[in-house]
């Protein structure tokens, strides 16, 4: 009797410590499994929205890019790819295409090793990026210490305080970011970027800034783009001298060829292609920049909300410069109207015909039409 006890208290030992292990076993699964889901959710978090804006020249880019700019959240960059199209301006933008491409994907990684090469003087500091004081992220710490944030971003003040910022200092500021925003009107092929959006370390959305092609022409003959002109149209001229035609023409049909390739593109852009036009965003601002912001990932707070409204409805220009966004909207999208002659007009119309019609302009039909502004040649 005294043996069959004991034997039934090895056994009940026995019972308990098993039932410990396969608690603990338990205990230890779920553990981990609770860790792993945590840190997967803070990663994709953490993982930063890539924003692309796709437009052409003189269409209103930099505006846009700059509603993005005054964001909070927003680490932007001017036109990244400018600094390879002045390096390499006897080459076919067909060929830029690529550098363009793998320059932006190292971008939006923060990675500013592969722009280094393009910059002179290897890119020590950040002055020697074209039009860096644009960027409201690198005139404030941690990219610029010799800038105080509550003094507001005041681009003359960035460009003469952080001129002398390094450049690596660039990838410490963007990695402080939730949204990477760049714009660039050197893509003509969104062809070439589609390696990007099957890239696990991209959350990329395009952006695709659409003009009407008449007002893009009235606002070329007060903006020098000779080299950029040259550079559109190499292999296609034969001629050195680029007309301002042949380059619309040029361009008009790679802003079609860029929305087809999205509409074409299926599940890859699906929800990350969005088409605005540049009239649409200036009658109707607020409403146009929710819009975007949704599509971004991005709320619009009341200061911005101020800001976009007064840079819209302003009448006169309040600062001088390369950046000059306070002009009254309605007057802006109307102005092509009074520097155009008819005969002028009817050429751009017909050399940007297939534009005109997938984004809503209408052809002028008269003289009389043109000059009057109750005649409205938008859809």
């Known amino acids: 009797m005294e043996r069959f006890s004991n034997t039934m208290s090895i056994r009940t030992i026995y019972f308990f410590f098993l039932l410990l292990f396969i608690l603990f076993f338990l205990y230890q699964f779920l553990h981990i499994s609770h860790l792993s889901y945590n840190s997967s959710s803070c990663q994709r978090k953490e993982t930063p929205v890539h924003i692309l804006i796709i437009s052409s020249w003189r269409s209103g880019s930099s505006f846009v890019g700059q509603i993005f700019n005054h964001h909070d959240d927003v680490f932007y960059l001017f036109e990244p790819g400018h600094s390879i199209w002045m390096r390499f301006m006897h080459e076919s933008?067909?060929?830029?295409?690529?550098?363009?491409?793998?320059?932006?994907?190292?971008?939006?990684?923060?990675?500013?090793?592969?722009?280094?090469?393009?910059?002179?003087?290897?890119?020590?500091?950040?002055?020697?990026?074209?039009?860096?004081?644009?960027?409201?992220?690198?005139?404030?710490?941690?990219?610029?210490?010799?800038?105080?944030?509550?003094?507001g971003f005041d681009r003359h003040q960035c460009s003469h305080r952080c001129k002398n910022t390094t450049l690596d200092n660039v990838e410490k500021a963007c990695r402080t970011y939730s949204h990477i925003v760049m714009k660039t009107v050197r893509i003509l092929d969104l062809s070439v970027l589609l390696p990007l959006f099957r890239d696990p370390a991209l959350d990329l959305r395009i952006l695709h800034l659409v003009r009407d092609?008449?007002?893009?022409?009235?606002?070329?003959?007060?903006?020098?783009?000779?080299?950029?002109?040259?550079?559109?149209?190499?292999?296609?001229?034969?001629?050195?001298?680029?007309?301002?035609?042949?380059?619309?023409?040029?361009?008009?049909n790679a802003q079609?060829?860029?929305?087809?390739?999205?509409?074409?593109?299926?599940?890859?852009l699906n929800g990350r292609y969005m088409l605005i036009r540049y009239e649409d965003l200036v009658k109707e601002p607020i409403l146009n920049v929710k819009q975007i912001f949704a599509f971004a990932g991005l709320k619009l707070n009341d200061e911005l909300e101020r800001w976009v409204f007064n840079v819209t409805h302003a009448e006169a220009t309040q600062e001088k410069g390369f950046m000059t966004f306070s002009k009254k909207s309605?007057?802006?999208?109307?102005?092509?109207?009074?520097?155009?002659?008819?005969?002028?007009?009817?050429?751009?119309?017909?050399?940007?015909?297939?534009?005109?019609?997938?984004?809503?302009?209408?052809?002028?039909?008269?003289v009389n039409d043109l000059k009057n502004m109750s005649v409205d040649l938008i859809l």
């Open 93 to 151: 933008v067909e060929l830029l295409h690529y550098m363009v491409r793998d320059l932006l994907r190292s971008l939006f990684t923060c990675d500013v090793s592969s722009l280094k090469q393009y910059l002179p003087g290897g890119g020590q500091y950040i002055s020697s990026m074209g039009f860096f004081a644009e960027s409201r992220a690198l005139c404030f710490p941690p990219a610029c210490s010799a800038y105080i944030p509550s003094e």
């Open 213 to 252: 092609p008449r007002a893009v022409a009235s606002s070329r003959k007060y903006f020098s783009l000779t080299t950029e002109d040259l550079i559109v149209l190499k292999g296609n001229n034969n001629n050195k001298k680029a007309t301002t035609d042949e380059v619309m023409a040029k361009v008009c």
């Open 256 to 268: 079609v060829a860029i929305n087809q390739v999205a509409k074409a593109s299926g599940d890859t």
């Open 330 to 366: 309605s007057k802006v999208v109307q102005r092509w109207r009074t520097t155009l002659d008819f005969q002028k007009v009817k050429e751009i119309e017909s050399k940007c015909e297939a534009a005109m019609d997938l984004f809503g302009y209408l052809p002028v039909r008269s």
